[in-house]
């Protein structure tokens, strides 16, 4: 069974840092695009960063304006996202997700671009 497990989450003052971890199961991913979505109450899902196969690559969501950073190890079929100086706004359950087919780019950004999703961690950040 394909699994992807989010950690990391929890309650952080504005201005502070979460690393959110995602590890997967159940398939190799180590050649497969992965990323970072999230939905706030109300909101639609959507996009935070994803990486590339081997972590050459980076894309993110333009409200990101290099806060955030995605990296991934894949000896331990895990991928990261540092979050720093984070405010009200990043509220939000945080999803993690993969691409079932193989690619050197990152630049995936639709929630239609991705075959697997985790069950999310939330991200609550007090002002």
């Known amino acids: 069974q394909v699994q992807l497990v989010e950690s990391g989450g929890g309650l952080v003052q504005a201005g502070g840092s979460l690393r959110l971890s995602c590890a997967g199961s159940g398939r190799s991913f180590s050649r497969n695009t992965m990323g970072w979505f999230r939905q706030a109450p109300g909101k639609e899902r959507e996009f935070v960063a994803a990486?590339?196969?081997?972590?050459?690559?980076?894309y993110y969501g333009d409200f990101v304006k290099g806060r955030f950073t995605i990296s991934r190890d894949n000896a331990k079929s895990t991928v990261f996202l540092q979050m720093n100086n984070l405010n009200a706004e990043d509220t939000a359950v945080y999803y993690c997700?993969?691409?079932?087919?193989?690619?050197?780019?990152?630049?995936?950004?639709?929630?239609?671009?991705?075959?697997?999703w985790g069950q999310g961690t939330q991200v609550t950040v007090s002002s």
């Open positions: 990486i590339n196969w081997s972590g050459g690559s980076t």
């Open positions: 997700s993969a691409r079932s087919s193989s690619s050197g780019s990152a630049y995936y950004n639709a929630r239609r671009d991705y075959d697997y």
